[in-house]
């Protein structure tokens, strides 16, 4: 049997819940369907699938398996869509979702966009919780931290930094931070989506990684929250570069501890693995990247 097409209908299979649901939108018999899934195991020589009278459910092979089946098809989808890039036009309503303090960066792409391709919209919303781009509807979503729905396709915009900083007021009140161990004693404000939670990461002067547990009386999914609580001299915070350079050039924050970089993290562009990548997605994509690329200093002060 055709390797990629029992990639294809495996994939169903997992995405449908069931055979019989894949064989439908698959405009094929059952019996079809199921013997696409035999060759694959057959050939792999393990079990993909558990199989009841009700449901299927992925084995931990499976799951693997299915994680690499979906970024493969959705390679091949992408390489089909270029190959008639040059006949095709960005057209109809492009749905963005973005996190609120990357607003400014984003904002100069979509104007851009506008402006460039007089058969498109776009439906700009923002907002700090995750959404979930199938249901909602979404064609793609700005995140500074990768998603954990490994059935995402996720494309690397950029690298960025936080800055771990504070005002000068919490400074007067509560002295200068002059080591990494001594911010367990601060109050530490953070994101709820940092990566690594409670325990802020960093590399030193060598490149060595540097740890340190903090605990605060804030947590929030709102970066300019965060901000707004550090200009007020309310705590010590790990910020987006993006989000406090402008403060930090005017002095209202302060750096502290430059001998210590917080850890690299992506600014990613994530679509689903479903969605046809059409020409206006992989366009903006296309120019977000452009303008990644341009404002690099800007989202990484450290680079």
Known sequence: ????????VFSRVVETGGFSAAARKLNMSTTMVSNHVQALEDRL???????????????????????RCIQILADIEQADDIAGALQSTPRGTLRIHIATHMVPFVAPVVAEFLS???????DLQMGEANVDLIEDGFDIALRLTAPPDSSLIVRSLATWRHVLCCSHAY??????????SELAAHNCIRHVNYPFGEE?????????PASVRIAGNLI??????????????????????????????AGHLVRLLPEYRPVELSMNAVYPHKHHLS?????FIDMLVHHSAEHQKLINPYS
């Open 279 to 283: 020409a206006k997605v992989r366009t």
């Open 1 to 8: 049997m055709d390797r990629l097409t029992s990639l294809e």
């Open 171 to 180: 400074i007067e009140k509560h002295g200068r931070v002059q080591a990494l």
């Open 45 to 67: 020589g393990v079990r993909l699938l558990n199989r009841t009278t009700r449901k299927v459910n992925l084995t931990e092979i499976g799951k693997a398996y299915y994680d």
């Open 220 to 249: 929030t999914n709102s970066g300019e929250a965060l901000r707004t609580v550090a200009l007020q001299g309310a705590g010590i915070c790990l910020a987006a570069g993006f989000l406090v350079r402008d403060d930090l050039e």
């Open 116 to 122: 460039s391709y007089s058969q498109v919209k776009v």
């Open 200 to 208: 802020w990461r960093f590399l030193d002067r060598k490149g060595a």
